[in-house]
Nanobody
Framework: QVQLVESGGGLVQPGGSLRLSCAASGFTFSTSAMSWYRQVPGEARDFVASSFNGGSNTNYANTVKGRFTISRDNAKNTVYLQMNNLKPEDTGVYYC??????????WGQGTQVNVSS
């Protein structure tokens, strides 16, 4: 049974930091591309960052480059998103996504991030 469990969301002031975690199980984590997406009510789910080739490669949305860092621990089957210098427009539900080498696609339940003063 595949599980992706996000944690680490919360309320933070603009300029603050949060670190999200996504604990994975039920599939081969090390060979899967792991990504983070953000969604706000009434809008599509937007790409934030991805880690692939076992973590050797990363990719970021232009809106978060230089502020967010995606990393992974293949021994712990966990992917992280370090978010620094947060802005109100970063507010949303953050979802963890896994794309396996067999082209299966999985999603977590999401964790809410609110950036507000």
């Amino acid at each position: 049974q595949v599980q992706l469990v996000e944690s680490g969301g919360g309320l933070v002031q603009p300029g603050g930091s949060l670190r999200l975690s996504c604990a994975a199980s039920g599939f081969t984590f090390s060979t899967s591309a792991m990504s983070w997406y953000r969604q706000v009510p009434g809008e599509a789910r937007d790409f934030v960052a991805s880690s692939f080739n076992g973590g050797s490669n990363t990719n970021y949305a232009n809106t978060v480059k230089g502020r967010f860092t995606i990393s992974r621990d293949n021994a712990k089957n966990t992917v992280y998103l370090q978010m620094n210098n947060l802005k109100p427009e970063d507010t949303g539900v953050y979802y963890c996504n896994a794309q396996t080498s067999s082209a299966y696609d999985y999603w977590g339940q999401g964790t809410q991030v609110n950036v507000s003063s």
